[in-house]
C-alpha cells in the first residue's frame, strides 16, 4: 500500500499581530514517534503560551490526534489536522508554538494562523509518496559508471552510496513493482558487465513528480 507523507523535518515562522507562530512538521511512523516529536518540540520552547498540535500517525488515517493546547476549542488543534488530511497525508506530524503578543485574534484569527502556519511547514518538509522500495547494490568496472548514472537519471532513480576503487559501487532505491524491469535495462545499458544483489524491500520516500 502505497501513502502520501513528508519526508524529514521543516520549521517554518511567522508574526500575527505580534505572536510569533513558529509551524513544526515531521514525518512520524506511529504515535510514539508522533510523542517523540512532540515533546522535543516543547522542550525547545519552555516559555511557550501554547503548543498545539495534530499528527495522523499511520499509513490508514485511523491514528488521529490533536490538541488547543488551551487555545479555545476547536481554533488550534483541529485546523492544523485538517491540513494534515486535506493534504492526504498519513504518518505526518504538525506542532504549532505560539508566544503570545498582546493582542487577542479572536476564533476566526486563531483558526487562520494555525492553519497557515502548519501548512506552510507542511509544504516546507516536502510531500513523498511512500512505497516498498528494494534497495539494488550495483558493481561494475569503473569505466561503466558514467552510463550507469546517465541510467539512474534516466529512470529517477535514488542513489543511496557510491563507492569509488578498483570498481564502482552504486546502492539504489528503486520501487519493488519496477525492480525486475529496472535491472533488465540496466544490464542491457552496460551489455552484462553489472552484477546486482537486491536487498530486503521496505517503506522509502519518493518524490512525487
Do not use: W
Request: aromatic share 10%; net charge neutral.
Amino acid at each position: 500500500m502505497n501513502y502520501r507523507s513528508v519526508s524529514g523535518e521543516a520549521r517554518t515562522e511567522r508574526i500575527v499581530e505580534k505572536s510569533r507562530f513558529l509551524g513544526y512538521c515531521a514525518h512520524a511512523a506511529g504515535e510514539e514517534e508522533a510523542r517523540a516529536f512532540l515533546s522535543r518540540v516543547r522542550a525547545e520552547h519552555p516559555q511557550a503560551t501554547h503548543v498545539c498540535y495534530g499528527f495522523v500517525a499511520d499509513k490508514t488515517g485511523n491514528l488521529q490526534r490533536f490538541s488547543d493546547d488551551n487555545e479555545p476549542q476547536g481554533t488550534a488543534g483541529m485546523p492544523i489536522l485538517n491540513v494534515i488530511k486535506a493534504q492526504k497525508l498519513y504518518e505526518t506530524a504538525v506542532a504549532v508554538v505560539r508566544y503570545f503578543g498582546g493582542i487577542k485574534l479572536g476564533a476566526g484569527g486563531l483558526t487562520r494562523a494555525y492553519s497557515t502556519s502548519a501548512a506552510e511547514a507542511v509544504a516546507l518538509a516536502e510531500i513523498c509518496e511512500y512505497a516498498v522500495c528494494v534497495p539494488l547494490d550495483i558493481r561494475a568496472e569503473y569505466a561503466a559508471t558514467n552510463a550507469l548514472l546517465k541510467f539512474f537519471t534516466a529512470k529517477n532513480a535514488t542513489v543511496l552510496l557510491r563507492e569509488f576503487d578498483s570498481g564502482v559501487h552504486f546502492r539504489v532505491a528503486v520501487r519493488e513493482r519496477e525492480a525486475d524491469r529496472f535491472c533488465v535495462e540496466l544490464n542491457d545499458c552496460v551489455n552484462g558487465r553489472a552484477k546486482i544483489t537486491s536487498g530486503e524491500g521496505y517503506y522509502f520516500p519518493f518524490p512525487i513528480e
